[in-house]
């Protein structure tokens, strides 16, 4: 296989980028095969990870943010702060709470910010790098997809009518 295949599976899912309980550092785990092809690597690095990152046991008490002391908090359907760090749900798009441009949009937004709140409340999770690879949006958010057992919560939130998906096609909330 060509250079080009072996990169595009690198910047595929296999990509986890997990917060180390404990801490504020970031620890990549890829798990894309090496240049050998075993993934040999990437194996060697969630190994030398405490058995909870590995195993993506993020966890939090996530409130609605409030105030200019933000720490773990929702912020609304498509951002949270975790840890102190600011991060921007990759995969989904969410109705402005902050100046919605309708009733019907703030109302979505909202339902949508209570979601994810409950979502992130129910367990343990993992953050992992979107598709894309990009680590930060131009506001310098980390961007992130939140998953427990695999499945996006973001997608969930598509699934029930309180988010689109990102990059497809834009919805009108109004």
């Known amino acids: 296989m060509g250079s ?3 990169t595009s599976r690198r910047v595929r899912w296999f990509g ?11 620890a990549a785990v890829f798990l894309a095969p090496g240049p050998g ?3 040999a690597a990437g194996a ?19 409130p609605i943010c409030s105030g200019s002391n933000r720490v ?4 609304d359907g498509d951002t949270i702060w975790y ?7 990759a995969d989904i ?9 309708c009733e019907r949009e703030r109302m979505i937004g909202e339902r949508a910010t209570r ?6 409340n129910e367990g343990a999770f993992t953050l992992a790098l979107p598709p894309s690879g990009r680590e930060t949006d131009r506001y310098g958010r980390a961007l992130r997809v939140v998953l427990r057992g695999g499945e996006s919560l973001g997608q969930r939130l598509v699934r029930e009518g309180l988010a689109m998906r990102w990059g497809g096609p834009r919805r009108e909330w109004c």
């Open 72 to 75: 773990t908090c929702v912020v």
């Open 4 to 6: 080009s295949g072996r």
């Open 115 to 120: 979601r994810l709140q409950e979502l992130l």
């Open 44 to 62: 060697q690095v969630a190994a030398s990870l405490p058995e909870a990152a590995r195993g993506g046991a993020e966890r939090a008490v996530f």
């Open 93 to 101: 798009d969410t109705p402005e709470t902050f100046r919605p441009s």
């Open 83 to 89: 840890r102190g760090t600011k991060i921007r749900i």
């Open 16 to 26: 986890a980028l997990t917060l180390a309980l404990g801490g504020a550092a970031f």
């Open 37 to 39: 092809g075993t993934g």
